[in-house]
């Protein structure tokens, strides 16, 4: 019973901030938004049992990555509202339809089967040191394949932070 | 009546961990201005009295929050309404929740009960403490922004900045800690702490993981935005990001501060200060290297490791504040260095040194 209710005040806020986020025209607003759905969807990951991903989830995502967003915004955009003609109308166009198509697809899957979906892998790891084993012998070629990306993405940014220095 | 006794004990471990906080950081204020004033030979604050009654100016912290409480509550005409609200509760709560799971003391047992003394007992609570302390800078930030004031903004800026650098330094010095007591628990890593070294030293985090320690706690003071790290505010410079602020919302501002302060300290007691343990201080008593005993009844012990956590945690404060009244501010530029270019190296290389040494340690043994 009480999961329900806290599956359902989760869920709301998720969906409410997301909403926030797409519809609020003030940049910063939309962000916070962002940060409460990240904190919420977190909050569902704990109760599915996913401690250190909804933690991770936190840290990561909502405490570092969002933080440099609304820094980014505040440095950027001196204004209190974005003014002026959309620049982007023709993706504005596009949205609804790609959205619509994705909620057909999820709505799809969603009635297909209500359990896992076949040949799923195996039960989330219950404890950290199997996490941590599975990436690092099963998944370790994804793991360290994304650790390249990131790298690239770093020297990408100095390379990109020089040229306007100098 | 079971059910009604577990809801009570659990109501029990949630109040003495948020008691203890609030407490605290409402205390602080006052210690910080007798401190302060001991440190600089002055008398200090002593003025709020009852009746007469002085007792060293700790009426002060009550007559402060009567002030705050009762002054104009003020808002900027241009500033955001809600954001500007919410900023100094956000602010306070992610503070006051981050010590939820930090250990009191070890599991107590009352009426064929195993209680764990701490407020929420989680796998991962180095990591929740970690989340919660990050998430604490979006106070900040918000009050900056939606003040409509370009000191408060730029205030905010450097908030978050120096939360960004002294975060990452404290969870890569964390994660030495993590790998030498094995687990995210800090219960787990409290535990861990209980064993003894070469028979006679107790093996708390400050012996294992030295380095650490020191990047923690500099890190940890930097999160805290105080002096010498204190860059968001700068009173003299920039007012900062609660310039547009009055009456109790200040207040929490200032309370949020206090309460980082008492949450790094309970933080670093549990790390690497041996949280609620006493040196020697086992389950049935004290047993002591040279062979001598001391058995005690189960309460006193589980009294004696909670009053060990409580000094600890005092003495860290104490020795915060020690730093805050010896230390110059920081120019901005120079604490984003030392966090980027000091502090942070240098928790990867104890990451690198710790895991080495357990290789060693563990292909000995």
Redesign the interface.
């Known amino acids: 019973m009480s999961t329900w209710v806290a599956f359902f005040v989760l869920a709301a806020l998720a969906v409410g901030s997301a909403l926030g986020l797409v519809l609020r025209r003030n940049p910063?607003?939309g962000a916070?938004f962002l940060?409460v759905n990240l904190?919420s969807v977190a909050g569902l990951y704990l109760m599915l049992g996913a401690?250190?991903l909804a933690?991770?989830q936190?840290?990561v995502y909502?405490?570092?990555i969002m933080?440099?967003f609304?820094?980014a915004i505040?440095?950027l955009i001196p204004g209190?509202e974005e003014t002026g003609p959309d620049p982007r109308r023709a993706v504005r166009l596009l949205a609804p339809p790609l959205g619509a198509l994705l909620c057909l697809l999820l709505a799809f899957v969603v009635a297909r089967g209500t359990g896992a979906p076949a040949g799923a892998a195996p039960p989330a790891p219950a404890?950290?040191g199997a996490l941590g084993r599975l990436l690092f012998t099963r998944y370790l070629f994804p793991f360290e394949l994304t650790s390249v990306l990131l790298l690239a993405a770093m020297v990408g940014v100095l390379l990109l932070a020089r040229k306007r220095g100098s | 009546m079971s059910a009604l006794a577990d809801l009570g004990i659990v109501f029990g471990r949630v109040a003495f961990a948020m008691l203890f906080v609030v407490n605290t950081a409402a205390l602080l204020g006052w210690v910080e201005r007798k401190q302060s004033a001991i440190m600089q030979d002055r008398i200090g604050a002593n003025r709020a009295s009852i009746l007469g009654f002085r007792v060293l100016g700790l009426f002060h912290p009550i007559a402060d929050a009567i002030k705050m409480l009762t002054k104009e509550d003020f808002r900027p005409a241009r500033a955001d309404r809600v954001l500007f609200a919410l900023a100094p509760f956000v602010s306070v709560f992610f503070g006051l929740v981050a010590f939820a799971s930090i250990p009191f003391g070890d599991t107590l047992r009352v009426a064929g009960r195993e209680v764990p003394l701490q407020a929420v007992t989680l796998n991962v609570g180095v990591l929740y403490v970690f989340a919660m302390l990050s998430l604490g800078v979006y106070g900040v930030m918000m009050a900056g922004w939606s003040s409509a004031n370009n000191y408060a903004l730029l205030g905010g800026q450097r908030a978050a900045a120096l939360m960004i650098s002294a975060e990452i330094a404290i969870g890569a010095s964390i994660m030495g800690v993590v790998m030498v007591y094995g687990s995210l628990d800090l219960m787990d890593i409290v535990r861990g702490q209980g064993a003894l070294l070469f028979g006679w030293i107790p093996a708390w985090g400050i012996v294992t993981q030295p380095l650490a320690f020191v990047l923690f706690v500099t890190a940890g003071i930097a999160a805290t935005k105080r002096i010498p790290f204190d860059t968001p505010e700068g009173e003299s410079e920039i007012i900062g990001y609660f310039v547009e602020y009055s009456g109790m919302k200040f207040g929490m501002f200032l309370m949020a501060d206090l309460v980082e302060t008492t949450v790094i300290a309970g933080l670093t007691t549990s790390l690497f200060l041996g949280g609620w343990q006493v040196p020697y201080l086992v389950a049935e008593g004290f047993r002591f290297p040279w062979g001598a005993a001391l058995a005690l009844p189960h309460l006193l012990v589980v009294l004696l490791q909670v009053g060990a956590f409580v000094t600890k945690v005092s003495a860290m404060i104490f020795f915060m504040m020690l730093v805050r009244w010896t230390l110059p501010r920081f120019r901005y530029d120079q604490a984003m260095r030392l966090g980027w270019l000091g502090l942070f190296p240098l928790s990867i290389l104890n990451i690198v040194l710790t895991g080495l040494l357990l290789l060693l340690w563990g292909a000995r043994a």
Do not use: R
């Open positions: 910063i607003h916070l940060v904190g401690e250190f933690a991770a936190v840290i909502a405490g570092a933080v440099l609304v820094f505040m440095v209190k404890t950290l």
